[in-house]
């Protein structure tokens, strides 16, 4: 069956290490689609769950499947957060085709559109927005607060809050915080002149036009896949929000190749994808 051509996908709190986590279907969903530009904007991994000895095949197959979709030539964003522990620190390392990063901005169709995770907007930063009216360098000051605050809490047997368990259900979280989390995001968004604003953190998904008294952005949410099993997709100019549960057809796509390729020789196609281009393009400037 003929894949889904789109120019962005975007997932988030897929919280691979939890027993949480949809893997099978999100396996399925992957399959399913061909981006162009694949982001993975935060909380992919369940850096604490992970340390508990769980990551059954299912979560193997995700990882696997990610760099079959790489080595055909999509660009894929990893964007890290408190929970991506492993690769926090390595901020805009190429490997390939990925790119692990903090934050990713993006001008799609004239919009000057912000990528990232969004757990510098813990709630108990009440007051963070402040370090927004020092325009980017406030951004960049609440990146680094974030992680030294994450490893803060670490070191006293604490943890972030107030999405720090992957298995709670929705309801058990408080709408009022969630409304003050988008609200942040998107104030955050609008002072730094951003006209789109992509995130995850609060594992609800939503798409709406959120006005400040300095103007107004589309503020993104892809939701997650521990319970909504959600994604954004930006294609023809538009964006719109994905519902497994309401995908007909996804249960139709079987992914043939991740059992024909192992996973070295998918990071081996990726680099030597990233490599041919390079060549290429040396050839390129040589002639010219």
């Not at 919280?15 to 981006?35: Q, R």
């Amino acid at each position: 069956m003929k894949k889904r051509r789109l120019e962005i996908a975007v997932l988030s709190d897929v919280h691979l290490g939890s027993s949480a986590c949809h893997a099978e279907e999100l396996i399925t969903y992957l399959s399913s689609i061909d981006p162009k530009i694949l982001i993975l904007n935060g909380d992919i991994f369940d850096a604490k769950k992970m340390h508990n000895n769980y990551f059954p095949t299912s979560h193997l197959k995700v990882i696997k499947k990610i760099f079959a979709i790489a080595s055909k030539g999509t660009i894929i964003h990893f964007i890290t957060s408190s929970r991506d522990e492993p690769f926090c620190t390595i901020d805009g390392i190429y490997m390939g085709s990925i790119k692990v990063s903090n934050s990713l901005t993006l001008k799609l169709n004239g919009k000057n559109t912000l990528f990232f995770h969004g757990d510098i907007f813990d709630f108990s930063f009440r007051h963070s927005h402040w370090f927004l009216n020092f325009g980017g360098v406030g951004f960049d000051v609440l990146l680094r607060l974030s992680k030294l605050k994450t490893k803060t809490l670490r070191l006293f047997g604490k943890k972030n809050k107030p999405y720090e368990n992957p298995e709670l259900e929705h309801g058990e979280r408080d709408p009022v915080q969630i409304a003050r989390f988008e609200h942040n995001v998107a104030k955050m968004a609008i002072e730094q002149h951003y006209d789109h604003v992509v995130c995850g953190h609060s594992h609800y998904p939503n798409k709406k036009v959120i006005e400040t008294r300095k103007g107004e952005c589309l503020y993104l949410n892809s939701g997650d896949w521990v319970k909504h099993m959600t994604a954004l997709e930006y294609s023809f100019k538009r964006w719109k929000l994905y519902h497994y549960e309401n995908d007909k057809l996804a249960s139709f796509y079987m992914d043939e190749e991740l059992k024909s390729m192992d996973i070295n020789e998918l990071i081996g196609t990726i680099t030597q994808n990233k490599a041919s281009k390079a060549q290429k393009k040396r050839k390129y400037l040589d002639k010219n």
